[in-house]
């Protein structure tokens, strides 16, 4: 039988215990802050890390295609036997040398929009991840094909309130099968001016080129030129608004916008990181974010649609001390980027159901890795905020998650596309043992040799055989939901690459090769 203890005897254990359970608490809460620590909240300073060898490989591979769709007079910058000068007149009925810039994808137009997009994204990677792709001799690479594209950016914007915005017409061209080199079909151009606005390609085209102006801030003279054309066509796009669907209704068959309202807080995003100009802050928190910034509600990041890309984008000045980050609405672009991250991690309560079975990100059937890819390269950048700014947690409807689950998740999408997928299929061309062999590309299927040309090359995009050029670097549409995958030159679905698919892939490789911290600003 228990003996009860009298009260004195009582009151001393009941000390103890109280004691014990305080000493146990303390050592819990002081374990549980170096934990948190230990998975990021602790800032990382000093240069990269160790180099993931995967991931370096791929970025290597991914850069090339840039090359593979460089359009113009390529001298010393040709790096494949089977690719020559092209398009060199283009631009000439109108005075202009149009001759540079990328073919948009297997074909060989000059679209400005997704161009303009492929500059931006490119852009971004370089000033977030430039120290990354440096460490494995992919700085200088990345810079010079961003050049390529603004060089032709900047000469499509003659004058203030006009901006070419195609090179080609896609009936013609969509009409043959043949080698840039040896095309000679004629190549309208079409523009955007104020009696035919389009607002999103000249707003997109305005953040290319204020993005590109951070990136060769070292050439003060080419960087102010890119700022001069970024703020012209900023104000023509606000000032003239319009969709360029509506203006030019055959755009629409091909790159057809959504809206324009994403661009301008994209455009006035990059414009504020480049000047420091306020007013351009006040445009994104003000009337125009109320208006357009669907504050609380994840979308997805793509050529036609920016807006997840701002909420990243302006929330890196809340993590790093900006003097405005105290601004409402540059918290309420913080909250949506926290609802978008929170939507892309597994096992979050408000993850997307918009996946595969293995776990890519799935949204279209047509170009599908474009939206996974994208994704996760708007991940790694938000880990890496968090980790160089000392933030530990993300919340997600009352559930903790740390940097490295938004980099898990970012690894998970690049290790599909590599390879790491049920079809064991690298979609990343020239990566791997086991890759597309049948890419929808025009100059990828047709020997450099061929003396075929627009009709009769029709023969080379119905050959049994695999391509004769490798494009190297080219990352194709992908999977269908059920992730299967057709390897089929006719399959312009899930066989064709495309240059601003070159762009994410780009980005996220880079932020992938290794750990660095975060610069704290672009200027």
């Known amino acids: 039988m228990r003996v009860k203890p009298s009260s004195r005897g009582c009151c001393w254990w009941f000390l103890v215990v109280v004691t014990l359970a305080l000493v146990y608490d303390a050592i819990v809460y002081t374990v549980q802050k170096k934990t948190e620590k230990s998975e990021g909240a602790a800032p990382i300073t000093g240069p990269p890390g160790a180099i993931e060898k995967k991931y370096a490989d791929a970025l290597k591979i991914a850069m090339q295609f840039f090359d593979i769709q460089r359009s113009g007079e390529l001298g010393y910058s040709n790096k494949f036997s089977w690719r020559g000068d092209s398009a060199l007149t283009d631009g000439s009925q109108a005075k202009l040398d149009l001759s540079k810039g990328m073919y948009d994808a297997g074909d060989l137009m000059k679209f400005g929009f997704p161009m303009a997009f492929t500059a931006t994204v490119l852009s971004w990677a370089i000033l977030e991840y430039g120290g990354q792709m440096a460490e494995v001799n992919q700085l200088d690479p990345a810079q010079d094909s961003l050049k390529w594209i603004t060089d032709y950016l900047i000469n499509a914007h003659p004058e203030e309130n006009v901006l070419y915005v195609q090179v080609g017409d896609p009936e013609i061209d969509h009409g043959c099968w043949e080698r840039p080199e040896v095309m000679s079909e004629k190549r309208p151009l079409t523009q955007i001016n104020t009696s035919s606005p389009g607002t999103e390609v000249a707003a997109e085209t305005a953040a290319a080129l204020a993005s590109a102006s951070l990136v060769f801030k070292s050439d003060s003279r080419y960087s102010s030129t890119l700022l001069k054309h970024a703020k012209e066509l900023f104000t023509f796009a606000d000032k003239y608004r319009g969709s360029y669907s509506e203006s030019i209704p055959e755009v629409s068959t091909y790159y057809n916008s959504t809206g324009y309202g994403d661009e301008l807080l994209w455009a006035a995003s990059w414009l504020y990181h480049a000047t420091g100009d306020k007013s351009y802050l006040q445009y994104v928190t003000g009337k125009n974010g109320e208006v357009f910034a669907q504050w609380e509600s994840a979308t997805w990041f793509s050529w036609d649609n920016k807006l997840a890309g701002t909420q990243v984008l302006l929330s890196r000045l809340t993590f790093f001390g900006n003097k405005d980050a105290s601004n409402s609405g ?161 399959n312009s679905m899930q066989a064709e690459p495309t240059t601003y698919n070159g762009a994410v892939i780009v980005g996220l490789l880079s932020g992938l090769v290794t750990t660095s911290s975060a610069v704290p600003s672009f200027t």
Request: aromatic fraction near 12%.
């Open 330 to 490: 540059l918290q309420m672009y913080r909250k949506t980027a926290e609802a978008v991250m929170c939507s892309l991690i597994p096992d979050s309560p408000t993850a997307t159901q918009s996946r595969t079975d293995s776990g890519l990100i799935w949204v279209s059937e047509w170009n599908a890795l474009q939206h996974p890819v994208a994704s996760a390269f708007l991940a790694s950048l938000y880990s890496n905020y968090m980790r160089s700014s000392g933030t530990a947690k993300l919340s997600c409807n009352g559930y903790s998650y740390k940097p490295s689950d938004l980099r898990k998740f970012a690894r998970s999408q690049a290790d599909y596309v590599l390879g790491n997928n049920p079809m064991k299929m690298s979609f990343l061309v020239g990566y791997g043992e086991n890759y597309p062999q049948y890419v929808h590309h025009r100059g990828a299927s047709i020997p450099a040799d061929a003396k075929t040309g627009c009709k009769d090359g029709w023969t080379w995009l119905e050959r049994k055989e695999p391509n004769p050029n490798v494009a190297t670097g080219a990352l194709v549409g992908g999977p269908f939901l059920n992730e299967t995958f057709v390897d089929d030159r006719n």
